[in-house]
């Protein structure tokens, strides 16, 4: 019988590069918490996103994390109904899956898997996966410093408007996440510092529901027949297209989501040592 043909290699590793992965040891599961602090005295305009700082902290082998701005919400929410504290437990299984748990402090835990490099492969939606996205999502290939990469948030959901809602030419997407500097830590470790600058934005207008015209022919007026009945005239201008109802104006609307951040990640411990940033929606 024919061998089967070897398994690539792996490609080699450039001398200047680093390879960022989460480093999970089966059945040592790792763990963060994620703290938003809400800014209650920011002004709330009327049927626009609050703007909400927040801050994290990582705890575990010594790490921490600070980050600032949760995901946003509705103004008409009541700002009590934001988490404000997110529980992730990170985890090798025995078949070799990488689990995540997520529970945030006034909701239902989900769950998802992920790669080893953060990206989340099943489970979690909207503000929760984003938030996920940000914390645990490095680059795929070997990166050097200077290099940039995208992550797979997405801040901004225009269709979520409705087929109303007329998105205007332009906005602008920006997603940049750039390896600034690789340097030595304790112990032969290294650490790598990382830096987010991502934007969305949009704008367009949000048409009111148009009314339908009541169907039906014009009728003209009714004239007497035989026997005293009445019999009705047809109007001559009753196939006349009517004019035009006046159409309301829409609304004009937008958004943007701001995220900048910097982080330091242990290249052979495969974590965070330290995470901070800021989120912001207008």
Do not use: C
Not at 224 to 242: F, H, L, N, S
């Amino acid at each position: 019988p024919e061998e089967a043909a070897p398994a690539p290699a792996a490609p080699a590793v450039p001398k200047d590069a680093v390879v960022l992965r989460w480093n999970l040891v089966q059945d040592v599961p790792v763990s963060f918490r994620l703290n938003l602090a809400l800014d209650r005295n920011a002004p709330v305009p009327e049927s626009a996103p609050a703007e909400k700082p927040a801050k994290a902290d990582k705890k575990k082998k010594g790490a921490k994390a600070d980050s600032t701005d949760a995901a946003p919400k509705a103004a008409t929410t009541a700002s009590t109904a934001v988490p404000t504290e997110y529980t992730y437990v990170l985890q090798l299984d025995k078949s070799g899956e990488r689990q995540l748990h997520v529970t945030p402090n006034n909701g239902a835990p989900e769950d998802a898997t992920f790669s080893d490099r953060g990206f989340i492969i099943d489970g979690l939606q909207g503000p929760a996966r984003n938030l996920a996205t940000l914390v645990l999502e490095l680059p795929r290939d070997p990166v050097r410093p200077g290099e940039t990469w995208s992550l797979g948030t997405e801040l901004t959901v225009p269709d979520a408007l409705g087929g109303q809602f007329r998105r205007a030419p332009g906005g602008e997407r920006h997603n940049r996440v750039k390896l600034v500097s690789v340097t030595p830590g304790d112990n032969g470790e290294q650490v790598a510092t990382l830096e987010y600058d991502i934007v969305e934005q949009f704008g367009g207008t949000l048409s009111a529901s148009r009314a339908v015209p009541a169907g039906g022919a014009k009728k003209g007026p009714r004239q007497p027949g035989a026997e005293g009945t009445a019999i009705e005239v047809p109007d001559e201008m009753a196939d006349a297209p009517a004019a035009p109802a006046p159409q309301p104006e829409g609304t004009e609307l937008g958004a943007t989501v701001k995220v900048t951040g910097k982080g330091e990640f242990l290249v052979k411990a495969g974590q965070w040592r330290s995470w901070e940033g800021t989120l912001s929606t207008a």
